[in-house]
């Protein structure tokens, strides 16, 4: 077990060096200083020059590269260049924001997608077409119409709920559960049915295989055969088709954040995007990359506890 | 005997990739709701290219009384805040999407096929190198992605798309990898290897016509994906800049205008939702084509699919069943068997009569595809989804099995009828040890407690001859060699102490020593317990060494069943004889084994008359003209055979 998440190390290590070297690169050969970002493009050219020189911002790319990196790793991602804020002070405080909003997707995804997968397959009939109709739909409807629909119905013209705002936990938990409905549902949405059709169509595949035929022959009652050996075989898959749904409800997080006008990770990098705020972007893509590998690691520990022959791999 | 086999799966192979090549495109013209998908596709690519001439406004061109509008004869889905009509707007905002979805689909289709293809067809470190490429390349954040490239080349959207192809490239690779390492290894480029073709010309000819399916369904969900990312960069406003319109900015627009008038979600919206569902079942579509299955075919399976259907049939003709008033411990009236094909069905077995004394040991053997497996599988009721039996009696001890349910069933297997498979590895459970299970069925049919049922664990293995007990229960299936799972799924069946035990050609998986093992404790077994014993197989040395009688199946009948001694001394069938032949037993070695010509009848193409007149040398009109009734002949044995009297002549 302890070697898997060694080997995972090995490897995720260097792919955070590779995508903030790759950002850092992107954005040297963009043009544009630092300086003239921050005096915007009226500025003269002894201002902007002064400035670099001062950030250090005229040293050559790598040099400045080597010394963010010797920064980031005990936790400074530099200043805003637009507001002089710390980034990673920013970017802690938005972290309680977008995790809200995905950890409660990636369960409202869990519990649905994988009970109804489990129905279809061991029921059949109506429900497993119906979750593979809703696969199709959720991919194809974008979330961001989606969300502008649910604010109308929900939001405005039902008046249920708050169509925009985030309530911390600390100051009202009903408040911060009310602020979240609307866009936790719209987020997760699409990605249940996905959830649902790989659990249905990874348990059908364990339910024709040679070892279920045997243990039927042998007369196994049914629920051991289904709650355990079936199940336990369509872990493993489920899970790493939920990592990957984990992944893309961050991405989707960025979305439902401008929507809801909700000041998370993603508003701050739309903002950040629009700004030309290359410390915010670049701390961002550092964070988010980070996030990914922790969610791909927790996956790999999991799926080795599940499957013996994933460990051995 | 396996040479026909082996020839027969050559020719069948060649066959089915003739026909998943050229029948693809036919399947997907087929499919209405594809075709329907690429005509909307088409229809809109072709408006928004022509939009110049097309559409009824200029993007830009106001309508200042009418702003903000529903639909009406002049604007057909109405206007914007700025009174800009909102169809014109769509279509010239479409080239945008459309073009940014072309870029994302090249770039993606460029490097996913270059990476698959070479990592697929090459192999070696080049494999090795791709694929991890792939796997660093998975592990980045998309939409991330994205926003990072933009927020650096500052609504370059050309930047950002090129970008979203790279990201979905990889998984495009894996498909096109494992497609590729699919078809390489199917046994029909295997045979193009010894035809002398070189591997490029292997690489045209099969693989490519292998990938095209996977590789053309994937590319259409990159395409949806790229779809709705250019629509959500451009609804952030990070695209084109406004005023050009782009699908994106134009659900931003009608965003703004929601406290007015909530109309302009709908067309807006909509375009975008039409041409990725439209995107993703065009995909679909193609996945049915080349997985060469009507859509809709698959969608009824379930656990509960599994629950055979069984019914009760009128009492058969006779012939093959227990002669009256001798003990039997299972007995088989008229069983049929049918499985579902498309919306209809086929029978694989067909009103098979047999039995098996207590303590005997009776063999099934035939060719591949003669419904010797679905034989047990039909009394087991372990079938494939769907299936359907039918049978005027099958009883075991006195019980009649057809009137249980799937519950009720559950009383006598295991316990009454004990099972082991083909394919001894997987027929065991691969995410729990083998001492786990081993316990677990011990715990089941003794209802005993953990400890009792780990000692009784160990002692069954210790009787199929384990050596270090302690150490293989400690192991996955997958870490045992084939004869060791074996003696576990042997142990496994033992559990239940039961009086009958069936074997799904326990030995054909193995090594020829092993065989032997396994032949030797199975007898030893059945010395020590009295069980009697239905073994299935296609190896007449298997047969002549474990078994007392022998049935011989052909297309879903039996055909002969006698003494083992008698069948392999005297065959009445004339399909025994060729069989016989054409196996090594009685043949001075090195003699060349003949081979019987031509293949088994396919189950639902069987011929009216004798099923194997086809192939026999004996065969004359009156063999084709009906059904062959089995024909006793001596006490204990009969033949599906009319012409067992010229047999005598031909043998010798």
């Known amino acids: ?313 | 005997m396996s040479a026909v086999i082996e020839g027969a799966a050559i020719q069948e192979q060649s066959r089915r990739a003739a026909e998943r090549g050229a029948g693809f495109l036919p399947r997907l013209v087929r499919q209405p709701i594809a075709v329907a998908c690429s005509l909307v596709l088409l229809v809109i690519v072709l408006a928004c290219v022509f939009a110049e001439w097309v559409s009824p406004y200029g993007p830009l061109d106001q309508d200042l009384q009418n702003t903000a509008a529903g639909p009406s004869a002049s604007h057909l889905l109405g206007t914007d805040q700025l009174g800009r009509d909102i169809l014109s707007r769509m279509l010239h905002g479409g080239q945008v999407t459309l073009l940014g979805i072309v870029q994302a689909v090249v770039v993606c289709a460029v490097i996913g096929l270059f990476l698959g293809l070479t990592a697929g067809t090459l192999g070696g470190w080049v494999e090795t190198v791709a694929m991890r490429l792939c796997d660093l390349l998975l592990a980045v954040p998309g939409l991330v992605m994205l926003l990072v490239i933009l927020g650096i080349y500052g609504n370059n959207e050309a930047a950002a798309m090129i970008t979203l192809g790279v990201i979905m490239a990889p998984t495009l690779a894996r498909v096109v990898y494992s497609a590729t390492i699919a078809v390489r290894e199917e046994l029909y480029v295997a045979s193009a290897r010894v035809a002398g073709l070189t591997s490029f010309q292997i690489m045209r000819r099969h693989i490519l016509s292998g990938v095209t399916g996977p590789a053309l369904t994937q590319i259409s969900i990159v395409a949806a994906v790229a779809c709705i990312a250019e629509a959500g960069i451009g609804y952030l406003g990070l695209g084109v800049a406004p005023p050009a319109p782009s699908w994106g900015n134009l659900v931003t627009d009608a965003q703004n205008l929601m406290p007015i008038s909530a109309w302009m979600l709908v067309p807006t919206g909509g375009i975008i939702a039409v041409v990725t569902l439209s995107l993703t079942l065009l995909g679909n579509g193609i996945r049915d084509a080349y997985m060469g299955r009507s859509s809709g075919s698959s969608k009824a399976f379930s656990w509960r699919a599994l629950a055979v259907k069984v019914s009760q049939a009128a009492s058969p003709a006779g012939g093959g069943a227990a002669p009256l008033g001798q003990e039997s411990i299972l007995s088989v009236k008229g069983m049929t068997v049918r499985l579902p094909r498309g919306s209809s069905e086929v029978t694989i077995v067909d009103d098979v009569n047999f039995h098996v004394a207590p303590g005997e040991a009776v063999a099934i053997v035939g060719e591949s595809g003669c419904g010797k497996s679905m034989t047990i599988s039909g009394v087991l009721r372990v079938l494939p989804m769907g299936a359907h039996v039918a049978a005027a009696s099958i009883s075991f001890k006195g019980a009649e099995l057809t009137s249980l349910s799937e519950r009720e069933m559950n009383a006598y297997r295991g316990t009454g009828i004990g099972f082991i498979s083909q394919e001894p590895i997987s027929s065991l459970n691969p995410a729990f040890t083998v001492g786990h299970q081993l316990e677990e069925a011990v715990r089941l049919h003794r209802g005993v407690g953990k400890g009792k049922a780990r000692q009784i664990a160990r002692e069954l293995m210790a009787r199929v001859r384990l050596p270090e007990p302690d150490a293989v229960a400690k192991k996955y299936p997958h870490e045992l060699s084939g004869g060791m799972a074996q003696r576990i799924a042997i142990a496994r069946a033992l559990a239940g102490e039961p009086d009958l035990l069936i074997a799904d050609e326990p030995t054909t998986a193995l090594d020829v020593s092993v065989q032997c093992e396994i032949l030797d404790l199975l007898r030893d077994l059945r010395e020590q317990t009295g069980m009697a014993l239905i073994l299935v197989t296609h190896d007449w040395g298997v047969v002549a060494e474990a078994c007392d009688r022998a049935l011989v199946m052909y297309a879903g009948q039996v055909v002969e069943s006698a003494d083992v001694r008698s069948i392999i001394a005297h065959p009445a069938h004339p399909y025994t004889r060729a069989l016989l032949q054409s196996s090594s037993v009685g043949i001075a070695p090195r003699q060349l084994l003949p081979v019987i010509a031509g293949t088994v009848p396919v189950p639902g193409s069987w011929p009216h008359g004798c099923r194997f007149a086809s192939r026999c040398v004996l065969a004359e009109d009156a063999c084709r003209t009906g059904p062959i009734p089995m024909v006793t002949l001596d006490e204990g044995s009969a033949a599906r055979c009319i012409r067992t009297d010229v047999d005598e002549l031909v043998r010798t």
Not at chain 1, 103 to 118: E, M, P
């Open chain 1, 1 to 313: 077990m302890l070697s898997v998440v060694i080997r995972r190390l090995i490897v995720a290590v260097p792919l955070m060096g590779v995508i903030s070297f790759i950002v850092f690169m992107l954005s040297s050969l963009a043009g544009g200083s630092v300086g003239q970002a921050i005096l915007g493009p009226t500025a003269s050219a002894e201002s902007v020059a002064a400035l670099n020189a001062k950030l250090g911002a005229d040293r050559p790319v790598l040099v400045q590269y080597v010394d963010w990196l010797r920064h980031a790793i005990t936790g400074d991602l530099g200043l805003s260049v637009v507001s002089g804020v710390p980034v990673a002070d920013t970017i802690a405080s938005r972290i309680p924001v977008t995790m809200s909003l995905a950890v409660g997707a990636l369960l409202l995804v869990i519990i649905l997608g994988v009970t109804s997968g489990a129905i279809a397959a061991i029921r059949g009939g109506i429900t497993g077409r119906l979750a593979e109709v809703l696969a199709v739909l959720g991919r194809g409807l974008p979330s961001f119409w989606l969300a502008l629909i649910a604010v109308l119905v929900f939001g405005v013209n039902l008046a249920w709920l708050p169509v925009s705002g985030y309530v911390p936990f600390a100051d009202s938990p009903s408040g911060w559960i009310q602020s979240l409905i609307l866009p936790v549902v719209v987020l997760g949405v699409s990605e249940i049915a996905l959830v649902a059709v790989v659990t249905r169509a990874e348990m059908l595949s364990a339910m024709r295989s040679d070892y279920v035929r045997s243990l039927r022959a042998n007369g196994y009652p049914w629920k051991r055969i289904v709650f355990k050996h079936v199940a336990k075989n369509a872990a493993g898959p489920v899970l790493t088709m939920v990592s990957l749904v984990f992944v893309s409800l961050i991405g989707g997080t960025i979305l439902m954040e401008q929507i809801f006008g909700m000041p998370g990770l993603g508003t701050l990098m739309v903002s950040a995007t629009t700004k030309h705020d290359l410390q915010v972007i670049q701390g961002l893509a550092v964070f988010y990359t980070a996030m990914v590998v922790v969610v791909f690691l927790l996956t790999d520990i999991a799926s080795g506890y599940l499957n013996a022959k994933a460990r051995a791999r």
